[in-house]
């Protein structure tokens, strides 16, 4: 009784194929075009080269027999069967061919994992079965079958799952590399072309493209960052750097521990007067420039930062109303930005609710809005950061922060 077709796991080493898998995200990389990679939305190009280039591992379902087959049988080199030289050495026999199907990427059935034995079996490789085929001369003995048919499933089940392993471990490391890859690009791209830049010599410029600029420095100095937007080409844009992000929310959060350690000081305050409090606090550490406040009202926008005629940071204030009345607040506030990476808060007061109960809720809800892409963090049990994209251009992400504050109302 014989095994046919080709011997499994014993082709090539797996770990080559897993680093010529990231070699092809790296080379993609590569090949785009500079104002595709400076302009792309990072997370959905990431997300994209994950997809294509991750390995489906593989899986194996249950294993079915085909009807056996009488077969002619070769058994000049069988010496149980006596046959002389010049004589007809082939007898009738039977044939059983058993099925294994599989899903994930069949080239795996050639690769050899780290963890191998001398023993590989043999195999037909289908497009979504792998195919045992066993021939005897003679009457089909079926504990031979069942005999020689375990034992090679026993060792295709031990090599899928060390296969299984390291494709598991390289998909997990696969997102962290293309982003690696990505940012090394774009950052390459960037000094380049600041490079060229210092060199003093005037480079053609097309004319619609918007002009390089500084922005005007604030009290406190937060950095302003320069992301690449435009549709067309390269094109500097401003935006609040995460750092001072990240201290404006912690005056923020400041402001309402003052509020939660004296409650009866603000539970006759309506919502304008709350806001109010918190701009007094910006202000004390962010002074406006000569023409005006750095924050101050601007019609509905509660509290902004601006750049010119562009806002860098907005935070709307919301009495908790449901989730209708929150959805319209994030739909009120996409419509100030036009930046990317733009840094923005949404302040929500619940007074007189369940507070668990609306928190319970917040994280679903706003997952649920058309244009955020993901959670980003979950800051503590009160405030979330999530990654939205403007509702214009899928390339354009920036940050919102939902912060969550319970202030008590006076019982009417």
Not at 287 to 295: K, M, N, S
Request: with cysteine; proline share 5%.
């Amino acid at each position: 009784m014989t095994s046919m077709s080709k011997r499994l796991f014993a082709d090539q080493e797996l770990t080559t194929v897993l680093n010529a898998q990231a070699e092809k995200a790296r080379k993609e990389i590569d090949i785009s075009e500079e104002d595709y990679i400076l302009n792309v939305s990072e997370t959905d190009f990431v997300t994209h080269l994950v997809s294509k280039y991750k390995v489906n591992a593989l899986h194996l379902g249950e294993p079915f027999m085909l009807e056996p087959k009488e077969v002619d049988v070769d058994v000049g080199n069988d010496p149980m069967w006596g046959m002389r030289p010049g004589r007809n050495t082939r007898v009738k026999g039977c044939r059983v061919d058993i099925h294994i199907p599989f899903s994930g990427d069949k080239i795996l059935f050639l690769c050899q994992p780290s963890i191998f034995t001398m023993s590989r079996p043999l195999a037909e490789i289908g497009y979504d079965y792998v195919a045992l085929s066993y021939t005897n001369a003679g009457e089909l003995n079926p504990d031979t079958v069942k005999m020689l048919f375990e034992r090679d499933l026993e060792q295709i089940r031990f090599y899928v799952k060390n296969v299984e392993s390291e494709c598991e471990g390289f998909n997990s490391r696969l997102k962290g590399s293309i982003k690696q890859m990505l940012s090394s690009r774009k950052t390459r791209i960037l000094k380049n072309r600041q490079a060229g830049l210092s060199i003093g010599l005037p480079l053609p410029r097309r004319a619609d493209a918007p002009q390089t600029y500084t922005v005007p420095g604030i009290a406190r100095n937060p950095e302003i960052q320069r992301p690449i937007v435009t549709e067309k080409g390269f094109a500097p844009e401003p935006t609040l750097a995460e750092q001072e992000y990240e201290h404006i929310l912690s005056i923020i959060r400041n402001m309402v521990s003052v509020m939660e350690r004296s409650p009866k000081a603000f539970i006759h305050m309506g919502e304008e007067d709350l806001r109010t409090h918190f701009l007094v606090q910006l202000n004390g550490q962010y002074q406006g420039r000569a023409t005006g406040e750095t924050f101050n009202y601007n019609g509905k926008t509660d509290i902004l930062i601006r750049e010119g005629d562009r806002n860098v940071f907005i935070a709307e204030c919301k009495i908790w109303k449901g989730e209708t009345e929150l959805l319209a607040a994030i739909d009120q506030i996409l419509s100030y930005l036009h930046w990317r990476d733009t840094k923005t808060a949404l302040l929500v007061f619940n007074r007189n609710k369940s507070f668990s109960d609306v928190l319970a809720k917040i994280a679903s809800i706003v997952r649920g809005h058309k244009c955020c892409k993901r959670l980003i963090k979950q800051v503590g049990e009160t405030e979330w950061r999530f990654l939205f994209h403007n509702p214009g251009d899928a390339n354009r992400e920036l940050q919102v922060a939902m912060m969550l504050f319970d202030v008590p109302k006076e019982a009417t």
